[in-house]
């Protein structure tokens, strides 16, 4: 397990557990950090939720939980990282759906990594997410999402990398994305979504491949 004595080591700027085989929660005591920019505890086994307290580190840039077994929801509570530039939550089993506190332009526009893979998200993608101006790569692929893509995502102008593929997601990739099978973002390298074959989920022009 995370010792909890790691809370009392106030002058900590980064740490990294990652590719160990940890067990049991997150310490709350994380959020006894106020110094702390870069935290990875990625590839254990962690489970049980993502603790509100971790969400009141204003100083972390990069938060790597990925490929654990955590469970929960992510909380509103997350709009207290305003520095955060990297949050990485794939390969767990984390529900409820996308907060749309995330797009909050004022506190969240620094964030550009966010991958949300491989969980079991629910909901739709809100219209909010155009707040996330400086975001490059958006992995929202293997989830349980519904609805549309929106045509926000094309305002975008940064985003490098977005995958839809894996969801119950419908419709048309809206014409703010593709402009027949021209990409509108010279900046998207990679767009992925559920547009393979006759009668595909998603009608997509301009995607990069079709699953």
């Given at each position: ?5 790691f809370?009392d ?9 990652g ?7 997150i310490p709350?005591?994380?959020g006894?950090?106020?110094?702390l ?10 489970n049980?939720?993502l603790?509100?307290?971790i969400?009141g580190i204003g100083?972390?840039?990069i ?9 929960g ?9 305003s520095?955060l530039?990297?949050?990485l ?13 995330l ?5 969240l526009?620094s964030l550009?990594i ?11 993608i ?8 400086n ?6 692929r293997?989830?349980?999402i519904?609805g549309t893509i ?8 940064k985003?490098?990398v ?14 703010t ?5 021209e990409?509108?973002n010279?900046n998207?390298?990679?767009?992925t ?11 997509c ?6 699953f």
């Open positions: 397990q995370i010792p909890k004595s809370g080591m106030t002058s900590l700027l980064e740490l990294d557990v590719d160990n085989m940890l067990t049991g929660n709350t005591e994380f006894e950090l106020p110094n920019g870069e935290l990875y505890m990625n590839k254990n086994r962690l049980g939720t603790p509100d307290e969400f100083s972390l840039k938060l790597c939980l990925s490929n654990n077994t955590l469970t929801t992510i909380s509103d509570k997350i709009e207290g990282l520095n530039r990297e949050l939550l794939d390969g767990n089993f984390i529900s409820g759906t996308i907060p749309e506190v797009g909050n332009l004022k506190k526009s550009k966010l991958y949300l893979n491989n969980n079991t998200l629910t909901g739709t809100s219209n909010k997410i155009e707040g996330l101006s975001l490059e790569k958006l992995e929202l293997d989830n349980f519904s929106p045509e926000v995502l094309g305002n975008l102008k985003l490098k977005a995958s839809f593929q894996g969801n119950k997601i419908t419709g048309m990739m809206p014409a994305v593709c402009s027949g099978k990409m509108k010279d998207l390298e990679s767009l979504c559920d547009c393979l074959g006759d009668r595909p989920k998603v009608s022009t301009c995607c990069t491949k079709c």
